[in-house]
T-cell receptor
Framework: AQTVTQSQPEMSVQEAETVTLSCTYD???????LFWYKQPPSRQMILVIR??????QNATENRFSVNFQKAAKSFSLKISDSQLGDAAMYFC???????????????FGQGTILTVHP | EAQVTQNPRYLITVTGKKLTVTCSQN?????MSWYRQDPGLGLRQIYY???????DKGDVPEGYKVSRKEKRNFPLILESPSPNQTSLYFC??????????????FGPGTRLTVL
């Protein structure tokens, strides 16, 4: 079974600085997707960025980028120029991408609470 | 406006009293899913549906039922709720690309308390 681990329950960063959130996962699959979701106090779940496992290039979305290390099964999120609005809980998630019916299954990590200090 | 709606948003009930949490999306998405969120455990998938009349278990399906009779609706049914089902529940939907769910859109959540 796939597992996703976020080992940092809480992180903090100064406004305008850079912070990296860690995520590791365990799978025997070679074709899968990884996601980072943001959950602000409003409780909505917002997709931040996603990475396809067969793509070697790290995904980037404006101030958000990932460091995807497939061999190490690591998928960290880097937030540059942090803003007050980035304060939220961040979830890493995994989904397989091939065959069977279980490719509808999404596995989340425990979440990391990010605090942004002015 | 494209959205996923859940009702009720808040519910307090007692052990054993059957309840249904509704979920509806207006984006014509094939894929829908239910999650529960608990402190320290993150989000855990309960059930998902790849399309009408197609449902499958997630990681924590015990004590829950779902049905997908229409594309837009995916209700979550607790036949006999117990206190360990007290949680925050999310419904989500997405298109299916290449046979697998794409980016998921989440509803606002339902806070359930079972006494």
């Amino acid at each position: 079974a796939q597992t996703v681990t976020q080992s940092q329950p809480e992180m903090s960063v100064q406004e305008a600085e850079t912070v990296t959130l860690s995520c590791t996962y365990d799978t025997s699959e070679s074709d899968y997707y990884l996601f980072w979701y943001k959950q602000p106090p409003s409780r909505q779940m917002i997709l931040v960025i996603r990475q396809e496992a067969y793509k070697q290039q790290n995904a980037t979305e404006n101030r958000f980028s990932v460091n995807f290390q497939k061999a190490a099964k690591s998928f960290s999120l880097k937030i540059s120029d942090s803003q007050l609005g980035d304060a939220a809980m961040y979830f890493c998630a995994y989904r397989r991408n091939a065959g069977g019916t279980s490719y509808g299954k999404l596995t989340f990590g425990q979440g990391t609470i990010l605090t942004v200090h002015p | 406006e494209a959205q996923v709606t859940q009702n009720p948003r808040y519910l307090i009930t007692v052990t054993g009293k059957k309840l249904t949490v509704t979920c509806s999306q207006n984006m014509n998405h094939e894929y829908m899913s239910w999650y529960r969120q608990d402190p320290g455990l993150g989000l855990r998938q309960i059930y998902y549906s790849m399309n009408v009349e197609v449902t499958d278990k997630g990681d924590v399906p015990e004590g829950y039922k779902v049905s997908r009779k229409e594309k837009r609706n995916f209700p979550l049914i607790l036949e006999s709720p117990s206190p360990n089902q007290t949680s925050l529940y999310f419904c989500a939907s997405s298109t299916v690309a290449g046979g697998a769910p794409d980016t998921q859109y989440f509803g606002p959540g339902t806070r359930l308390t079972v006494l």
